[in-house]
C-alpha cells in the first residue's frame, strides 16, 4: 500500500460546527515540526468536502489552558478571527474538561488576538470588541454601482445592502450570491481580498432589527452563516439605525444573535459537537 494508505499516521480530529459553519479541530501536537506551507496543505486537504473530514475552517489548539489556537480558512489561508468557530471550540473545551466547569468568564487567544467568551445557560458568547465601521463608498462591478460599507471586526468585512435590505442595490434578476460572492471578494477595492454579506431583508422595531443575510467567507467561500459577518453586518444596521442594540441574522436554515454592550458587540448562537475520530491523511 502507498505511503497515504488508511493505515498510517492517522490524526485524531473533532468537528463541530455554530449555525452550519462548520470547524475541524486539531490539536497542535498533530503536526508539530511541519511548515506552514505543509500545515496549508493539510488543512487543504483535511477540509475538502469530498476527499478529506470536509469544513470551512480549522482551528490548530496551540494550547488548552489557556486556550490559544489558531485559524486556518478551507483554502490552507491564515485567518484572524472565526467567531463561530470560537464560541464552538470553547463549548468543546467545556466537554472535555479544558475549561473548569465553574467558568463563566473565559479569556482565549484566536490568531495571536486576545477575546473574552462568556458562558450562557444556553451555550456561549463572544465579544469582538468596538467594530469599525466606515461610510459607505461605492464599487463597479459587471458595469453595475454596488453601495457597499466596510466593517473591520478583526477581519474585513463589505456589506452590501439590497432593496429588500433597504439598500439602493437592485441586484439582476438572476443573482447568484455564490457567484457575486466569488467575484468581490477578489475585487481591486479589497487588496487583502474580503468577505462579503448580501443583506436580503431587514426588518427594524423600536431597538431591535431582524436580516436575512448570505454570507460568502474569504477562504471558504459560501458559507450557511458566518459569526464575524453576522457581527459586521448588525454593526452596519447599527450605523444606520442608532437605537439598534439587538440583531437578530437569520439565514436560510439557522440564526445568529448579536447584542452591543455600550460599543461591543456580543455574539451568540448554537454550537454543536458533530463527531470525533481520525483522519487517515498523511501527517506532514
Not at 11 to 29: R, T, Y
Not at 55 to 68: G, I, S
Not at 189 to 205: D, G, H, M, W, Y
Request: glycine letters at 10%; hydrophobic letters at 40%.
Amino acid at each position: 500500500m502507498g505511503k497515504e494508505s488508511i493505515g498510517q499516521a492517522p490524526i485524531p480530529f473533532a468537528k463541530v460546527h455554530s449555525a452550519g459553519n462548520d470547524a475541524i479541530i486539531l490539536e497542535e501536537a498533530s503536526w508539530r515540526g511541519s511548515s506552514p506551507a505543509r500545515k496549508a496543505e493539510l488543512v487543504r486537504r483535511i477540509a475538502h468536502r469530498s476527499m478529506g473530514v470536509g469544513a470551512d475552517q480549522v482551528l490548530e489548539v496551540l494550547e488548552r489552558n489557556p486556550l490559544r489556537f489558531q485559524v486556518w480558512n478551507q483554502d490552507g489561508s491564515r485567518a484572524e478571527m472565526c467567531a463561530n468557530g470560537t464560541r464552538s471550540l470553547c463549548h468543546f473545551a467545556f466537554l472535555r474538561g479544558w475549561i473548569p466547569p465553574a467558568s463563566a468568564t473565559i479569556s482565549v487567544e484566536v490568531s495571536g488576538r486576545p477575546y473574552v467568551v462568556r458562558r450562557r445557560a444556553r451555550g456561549f458568547s463572544v465579544s469582538l470588541g468596538s467594530p469599525v465601521v466606515k461610510p459607505p463608498r461605492t464599487l463597479r462591478q459587471r458595469g453595475q454601482a454596488i453601495p457597499w460599507v466596510s466593517v473591520n471586526v478583526g477581519n474585513p468585512h463589505a456589506v452590501i445592502f439590497m432593496t429588500g435590505g433597504r439598500g439602493e442595490w437592485r441586484a439582476p434578476s438572476d443573482f447568484d450570491f455564490r457567484e457575486w460572492g466569488r467575484e468581490l471578494e477578489v475585487h481591486a477595492a479589497f487588496p487583502q481580498r474580503a468577505n462579503i454579506e448580501f443583506v436580503r431583508k431587514l426588518r427594524v422595531t423600536g431597538s431591535r432589527a431582524e436580516v436575512l443575510t448570505e454570507f460568502w467567507e474569504r477562504g471558504a467561500g459560501a458559507t450557511l452563516s458566518c459569526g464575524t459577518g453576522a457581527v459586521a453586518v448588525a454593526a452596519a444596521v447599527r450605523a444606520q439605525r442608532e437605537g439598534v442594540r439587538e440583531v437578530l441574522v437569520r439565514m436560510t436554515q439557522f440564526e445568529l444573535r448579536v447584542t452591543f454592550d455600550g460599543p461591543s458587540a456580543w455574539l451568540s448562537g448554537p454550537s454543536v459537537l458533530v463527531a470525533e475520530g481520525v483522519w487517515f491523511g498523511r501527517r506532514t
